[in-house]
């Protein structure tokens, strides 16, 4: 049975390029989260796609950081002119309802080190 | 702002006794309770939950209690068996939105043999 799955599960990168993590949700689940967990901290929400829409993106840190969803499935997290404090496993999330009587069905997460 | 917290970062505890696993919340608008447990290199997995119109949920060796008026609720896990060594986060959110859940910082649970 397929879970979520993320791509790459580590990252490296150097301070300044961009960067592009991949998120495939469970097949037919509609809503779509992404996490970032730094580390020694607990995880701290970025963004929620309903559908193919964005809802709510509170939770991008600043402008560096956008997210698209197609096909209400595969979902890109990317993150621009990266700097060393986005150094996180970054998670993504599904669940066939946005509500929490589904609850989230995590990837394994995509480690990314900026250097 | 810490809306969840889980003030133990670690708790060790010996086979076949009770582990119990704390957490507080500031928010009144949180009134659904989820506890997730995370092994190292993987993403969380759901474990139980609990609303606010209820104060204890059972499932198998896992209940979860919750006390509004404290804003407080625990996990407890009887008997602890060493497959339960993992990170256990606690999360909250309000109901009846489709709305991001806040997690607390996890607490790191061993059981020793």
């Known amino acids: 049975g397929a879970g979520v799955s993320q791509s790459p599960s580590n990252k490296v990168t150097e301070k300044g390029k961009d960067v592009e993590l991949r998120c495939d949700p469970i097949?037919?689940?509609?809503?779509l989260y992404w996490y970032r967990q730094r580390l020694g901290q607990g995880l701290e929400f970025l963004i929620y796609f309903q559908g193919n829409s964005a809802p709510d993106k509170s939770g991008l840190p600043s402008d560096r950081f956008s997210a698209e969803r197609t096909g209400e499935s595969v979902s890109t997290l990317t993150i621009q002119r990266t700097q060393q404090e986005d150094s996180a496993v970054y998670l993504c999330?599904?669940?066939?309802?946005?509500?929490?009587?589904?609850?989230?069905?995590f990837g394994n997460g995509t480690r990314l080190t900026v250097t | 702002d810490q809306q969840v917290k889980q003030n133990s970062p670690s708790l060790s505890v010996q086979e076949g006794r009770i582990s119990i696993l704390n957490c507080d919340y500031t928010?009144?608008?949180?009134?659904?309770f989820l506890w997730y447990k995370k092994y190292p290199a993987e993403g969380p997995t759901f474990l139980i939950s609990i609303s606010s119109i209820k104060d204890k949920n059972e499932d198998g060796r896992f209940t979860v209690f919750l006390n509004k008026s404290a804003k407080h609720l625990s996990l407890h896990i009887v008997p602890s068996q060493p497959g339960d060594s993992a990170v256990y986060f606690c999360?909250?959110?309000?109901?009846?939105?489709?709305?991001?859940?806040?997690f607390g910082t996890g607490t790191r649970l061993q059981v020793t043999l």
């Open positions: 999330a599904s669940s066939s309802l946005g509500s929490y009587n589904s609850p989230l069905h």
């Open positions: 928010n009144s608008m949180f009134d659904y």
């Open positions: 999360a909250a959110g309000p109901t009846g939105t489709a709305s991001k859940l806040t």
């Open positions: 097949s037919g689940h509609t809503a």
